[in-house]
């Protein structure tokens, strides 16, 4: 069993940064990959950045460049530093256990409770 609580949500306006956080009941990152998804009003949850086991990062054009993930083995912790955030970030962002086959994540049941970016002025 895998326990994934997030952190780090709130209000933030346009340009500005948020670091989500997502703590790990166990030591799961050699095995498992991590995702960030996220999901607003209306529309479907997406993976908006991956991290292999092995370390290996992957983003969704939409925040490539802007977004950064990144995990502390010792803390059992994934993070999810947002830049220059807009207002289309805004969404519940969601933390992921999963695994890549041939390239593409692939999520299992192991998810966090959320917590809710909201970008505007």
């Known amino acids: 069993q895998v326990q994934l609580v997030e952190s780090g949500g709130g209000l933030v306006q346009p340009g500005g940064s948020l670091r989500l956080s997502c703590a790990a009941s166990?030591?799961?990152?050699?095995?498992?990959?991590m995702g960030w998804y996220r999901q607003a009003p209306g529309k479907q949850r997406e993976l908006v950045a991956g991290i292999f086991s092995g370390g290996k990062t992957n983003y969704a054009d939409s925040v490539k460049g802007r977004f950064t993930i990144s995990r502390d083995n010792a803390k059992n912790t994934v993070y999810l530093q947002m830049n220059s955030l807009e207002p289309e970030d805004t969404a519940v962002y969601y933390c992921?256990?999963?695994?890549?086959?041939?390239?593409?994540?692939?999520?299992?049941?192991?998810w966090g409770q959320g917590t809710q970016v909201t970008v505007s002025s």
């Open positions: 992921n256990a999963g695994y890549y086959s041939s390239g593409v994540y692939l999520p299992l049941n192991y």
């Open positions: 166990r030591n799961i990152f050699s095995i498992y990959a």
